[in-house]
């Protein structure tokens, strides 16, 4: 992922802005723990706790890495250098992430371009009466493929019990 666009990707999970504190950033991280933690939060997957713990760590990584963050932040992220932060550069060791997040990716993209193309119109499920449902379901079709791949063959996965949580999340638009 390009180091600018990760940076970002970072400030705007946190809800925090240029030229933020360390205190907001350590307290936008514990607003969201308790809000994503698998045990005690609103998501029983610990999906996003994960997430906010990678983003979290690329915005303590780069204080540590420029402590003058006011200045140095504010004249762009271009400067940083993300090679200098291990838990970023790393590529995951765990083959079915990557899969997952590809088929995630894929989701994302095919339900956001049904609701532009149905100009957030209300939801109709006969295929008849909303030819861009048609559109969706063929381009969710791979992305149900991987999902049932992982919960096959990867049961102790730590992305298998999400990826079940997917596929029974877009049954919906299946339904009738």
């Known amino acids: 992922?390009?180091?600018?666009?990760?940076?970002n990707d970072s400030l705007h999970f946190l809800g925090l802005s240029p030229g933020f504190l360390e205190s907001e950033l350590k307290e936008a991280y514990h607003k969201l723990a308790k809000k994503y933690h698998p045990d005690s939060g609103e998501f029983t997957s610990d999906v996003m706790f994960l997430e906010l713990n990678k983003h979290y760590e690329s915005l303590k990584d780069y204080l540590l890495i420029h402590p003058e963050e006011d200045?140095?932040?504010?004249?762009?992220?271009?400067?940083?250098?993300?090679?200098?932060?291990?838990?970023?550069t790393k590529p995951s060791k765990d083959p079915v992430f990557h899969e997952y997040k590809l088929a995630k990716e894929k989701e994302t993209e095919a339900i956001l371009?049904?609701?532009?193309?149905?100009?957030?119109?209300?939801?109709?499920?006969?295929?008849?009466l909303n030819k861009?449902?048609?559109?969706?379901?063929?381009?969710?079709?791979?992305?149900i493929s991987v999902y049932a791949e992982i919960v096959k063959n990867h049961i102790n996965s730590l992305w298998a019990k999400d990826a079940k949580d997917s596929l029974e999340r877009l049954r919906v638009w299946w339904s009738k």
């Open 113 to 128: 371009r049904y609701y532009e193309k149905r100009n957030l119109h209300p939801i109709e499920l006969s295929e008849n």
């Open 1 to 7: 992922m390009d180091k600018k666009l990760l940076l």
């Open 132 to 143: 861009e449902l048609v559109q969706l379901r063929k381009d969710l079709e791979p992305v």
């Open 71 to 88: 200045t140095s932040f504010r004249e762009g992220v271009d400067g940083f250098d993300f090679s200098e932060s291990p838990n970023i």
